[in-house]
């Protein structure tokens, strides 16, 4: 396992490369380019903003900002597993063409979601700032909040992107199972208004408990709870260790089967 680390540490510069290429043609050809990245949650928060002030009113508190506070996170965590599921099966020419360790696909589509993610924020920290969020001590504990889930959504990534290499029909899976996710890890609403009966759906999920501490940070100005935050770092840190095992045993078949 050790080893497998420190040839991704020794392709660095491969893996630099394909995190930039992502960014720099993910938008190729649009008349707007690389300010899509800025202009995606922009026009997020402005739709939302519409949708849930004038159509359809929510008994919270500046409610847009509500659900934007915890969206762009739960974007990065959707956007990085559905696009991740299918990396190796698209990869298969350069696989086939050039050694490099296979595990840096994976970790690429997780940066860049994370990068897109971190310009997300110039957009949603001023927002919150206009409504009177301002940023608070507590934003401390953003780093921690978005390593641990940097470290699970690269565990996932490593999963599905080995698995559905051998199982295609889970990348098409995976958008059923992503889009009940949704609605289970309190993007939408305040944990604190789901039944008793059903709140042990969203306390064993681990994106929940993420959703729930960047509100906390974001829009309550509070501490998030610091031991359900190490419990799922814990979490998090044995899937990775199980989940690169997994793809390090299944990658030595990747080129007969794509």
Known sequence: MINDWIDVYNYREFLKNSVSKDLRTRYRGSVFGFLWTFLNPLLMLVVYSVLFSI????????????????????NFFSTTILSGSSIIVNSGNLIKKIYFPHEILPISVVMGGLVNYIYGLVILIPALSIYGYYPNTNYIYLPLILLIQVILTLAITFLVSSLTVFFRDLEHMLVIIVNALFYLSGVL???????????????FNPIAMLMASYRDVFY?????????????????????IVAQRIFAKLKFRFIEEI
């Not at 159509?55 to 739960?74: A, E």
């Not at 419990?231 to 990775?240: D, E, Q, R, T």
């Open 189 to 203: 609403f305040p944990l604190s208004t789901v039944p008793e009966r059903a709140r042990w759906l969203f306390d």
């Open 220 to 240: 309550y100005n509070q501490t998030p709870d610091m031991f359900t935050l190490s419990m799922i770092g814990l979490f998090s840190f044995v899937l990775l």
């Open 55 to 74: 159509v359809v009113r929510m008994q919270v508190d500046n409610y847009p900002l509500f659900l934007f506070s915890t969206l762009l996170s739960w």
